[in-house]
């Protein structure tokens, strides 16, 4: 998206702003930057500024010099000179999903209002692909819960070690679920104390065998309420 952002309005350089929690930028592509000029950058943009402008007030924004504005918050230290700018929404439905950011028009002049207009036309198809990434990669990740869901059946079904079933259903769902530490807690015969009997992640050997009362703790309550 970016890259055909640059060559339709002939800019040095572009780039994709994500916005993520807070109204921050979660996510930056950029194109125009080899590795050696990204490695000179003190930080990536965060969303202040010109860029912060955009995220806030959700318009096409047109500039012949990026200094001038009165929002413009200059550059991190190893920033590439920029001068002229123009920056799009993309929009992915009804949601804002993040900015196109386009500098230094080739050649030395401003950005035109048919570059302003191909590039609204391209955040609103990219908005497009980018709904449609996301449903595929929606429908893949139901059909791999389904599959999971299959094999641990026809595992405890066929007779197998229930702890083998368990023990494999943790990494399956800490594989689907792209979680940094996933438990499995089983309530004791008394069924007011559950017990972590298998871990897999971040910190899984120290949650092993934690104890935890099923009244007052998170995994009690989804036990209690189903």
Known sequence: IVEAAVGLV???YGALGVIGEGQRLAEFVPVGLDDPAIGRIDHWPEGRGLLGLLIRDQRPLRLANIAEHADSSGFPGGHPPMQTFLGVPVRVRDEVFGNLYLTEKQGGGEFTEEDEAVLVALGSAAGVAIDNARLYEAARRQQRWMQA????ATSLLSGADPDTVLAGLTRQVLELSHA???VLALPEQDTRRLT???????GADSARGLVLPAEQSLSGHVLNTG
């Open 10 to 12: 002939d800019a040095r």
């Open 149 to 152: 869901n299959a094999e641990i």
């Open 180 to 182: 940094d530490l996933v």
């Open 196 to 202: 972590i009997r298998f871990a897999e992640g971040d």
